[in-house]
């Protein structure tokens, strides 16, 4: 036997594996209900709290709502979008940022230099691992679902164009999933509020609030569609974003010239997280650099912070400069956009939000919070294939499905106050109890005594 039909062999034990985790005597995997992935770029989490989202609110009330995810650093576009369906930080899955140089090939990624493989290829989304189990996806736009990652594009895919319409993406998502049923996997993204709130900043409530009902708009659309396809009672629909967004301004700039020859070093990438791979002594720049203003913190690799999950890959660059949040960094001139992302992951600014609805979720049930990462693993086994090696943890955010067993917060708050009321009624009657002995028995002590006292008992005397 070969060593590709050995490889077949094991597939096809998994796959009989999976159909018997999955299963309840009559159900395969084939039967499970389909995900849909949806991301609405730049929807930062208070955008709930601030504007109103009839539609949203409707997909969520009859399902689950995470108010807040802790998303991955850097809080940029791609990398958000790859940890979401790869379940790794950026340094592990290898898209840093929107702007990278990696010295080993000498290549330069930028977002209209996006395709190669190359960029890609350190991780493996959950459509090719799902197509690799026999399965199909479709892809209306979700960054990567394009290209060929580990040789393979989404089975279904619509080439990336800005001016596709919502409704012509959904529209494909919608009749790909109807028509095959093989696809188990579909992933649908829409560039807004992002380009609103980048335009005119997020404190900008007249056009925030223009975008935002047309997001909304769309929520209810997807709803319909899914209604009138026959999809939304066996779907499983995840809606979600990739990061916030915080108000910039011209009174906040932060100019290297300023600080630093332009011709010591080769800017990789901009702000608010700079990228700077020095062609002078490092030591020299790293020093002008910490110093240039208090509201940028400057980093040699080796010592950018753990908790930011970005130092392990090569091409993160010998400097860092991140920038403090609402703060832009320029090599001179003028502020470009009022609003930005990409600060620190732990700025609530710049998380989103993520909402469920569907067979597999509980109704009416919400969570504050888990990281970005944690989606992963839940979509994996949403599809019931096995996760790849990833930084999110299943058990993290389990309780949004109906099929686990967990511990409902009211039931454990009555619980507790329901023993409280009876330890209380115990002890009062105990009390009472305990009252009431001594006036009963005292008497006859005392008369004992009294009988005592009276016993005119010479021997005692
Ligand atoms: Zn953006």
Redesign the pocket.
Known sequence: MNLKAVLCVLAACFQSAISLKTGNGTETARDLPPLLLVSF??FRADYLNKYSFPNLQKFYSDGVLIKQLTNVFTT??FPNHYSLVTGLYAESHGMLASRMYDPRVKKIFTLQNDSDPFWWNEATPIWVSLQKWGYKSAGAMWPGTDLQIQNQTSSYFLKYDSKVSFKERLGNITKWLTEDDSVKFAALYWEEP??T??KYGPENTTEMARALKEVDDHVGLLMEQLNQTGLWERINVIITSD?G?VQCSQDRLIQLNKCVNPSSYVLVDLTPVTAILPLTEVSVLYKNLSNCNVHMKAYLKAAIPDRLHYRNNERIQPIILVADEGWTVVQQGNLKRLG??GYDNSLPSMHPFLAAHGPAFRKDYWMNSINSVDLYPLMCHLLGIPELPNNGSFSAVHCVLVSEKCPDLGVIVGMVIGVLIVLSTITFLFRLMKNREPSTSRPFARLELQEDDDDDDPMLE
Request: hydrophobic share 10%; no cysteine; charged share 35%.
């Open positions: 770029d730049g940029k576009t992002d380009h709130g980048h990061h967004m930005d992302h």
